[in-house]
T-cell receptor
């Protein structure tokens, strides 16, 4: 039982390049989330998927797109990377999107945009 | 606006000493409250959570937290800190719209 996995672990991009961050969970959870973590700012929600087939914007969605490929997988795409997107990205999942559910986090992807 | 505030960016304690990490929230009603821990290079792990009922909540690794409605606080405590507790700690609240709001974190350093 791997929990939440993310690939890649590290990535360096040049401004304007695109990439997709992959996330998968094996806990049969309905809800999945993408966060970014920046120094002094905690975690901020980029997008979430309350259930398979649905996605919605979080606090900081600009410059990102997401795809809920199936119940297990939730990808985050940067179409044209900018230095402001240098961050650590975390994927999380929970059984449902209700507030009582525990979120389980992946190990993160460290992205540097030059 | 809804917010979660962790006033201490860094805290240093000696091993064996007691610990209290502060968290204040700003909501219209009592939110669901959480404490997470993040070890270096790792994702976040849930320590404990509060929804309702008993205001003293027990968590993993010997941590507890007390909800105080009058102070809008949800402080994390541990009676005796171990060197392995060195990490960053995040307080979070569920805002009621499928969204969690995280504080900015408190980094704990433990002196041997």
């Amino acid at each position: 039982n791997a929990g939440v996995t993310q690939t890649p672990k590290f990535q360096v991009l040049k401004t304007g390049q695109s990439m997709t961050l992959q996330c998968a969970q094996d806990m049969n959870h309905n809800s999945m989330y993408w966060y970014r973590q920046d120094p002094g700012m905690g975690l901020r929600l980029i997008y979430y998927s309350a259930s398979e087939g649905t996605t919605d914007k979080g606090e900081v969605p600009n410059g990102y797109n997401v795809s809920r490929l199936n119940k297990r997988e939730f990808s985050l795409r940067l179409e044209s990377a900018a230095p402001s997107q240098t961050s650590v990205y975390f994927c999380a999942s929970s059984e449902s999107a209700g507030g009582q559910e525990t979120q389980y986090f992946g190990p993160g992807t460290r992205l540097l945009v030059l | 606006a809804q917010s979660v505030t962790q006033p201490d960016i860094h805290i240093t304690v000696s091993e064996g000493a007691s610990l209290e990490l502060r968290c204040n929230y700003s909501y219209g009603a009592t939110p669901y409250l959480f404490w997470y821990v993040q070890s270096p290079g790792q994702g976040l792990q849930l320590l404990l959570k509060y929804f309702s009922g008993d205001t003293l909540v027990q968590g993993i690794k010997g941590f507890e937290a007390e909800f105080k409605r009058s102070q809008s606080s949800f402080n994390l405590r541990k009676p005796s800190v171990h060197w392995s507790d060195a990490a960053e700690y995040f307080c979070a609240a569920f805002s009621g719209t499928y969204k969690y709001i995280f504080g900015t974190g408190t980094r704990l350093k433990v002196l041997a």
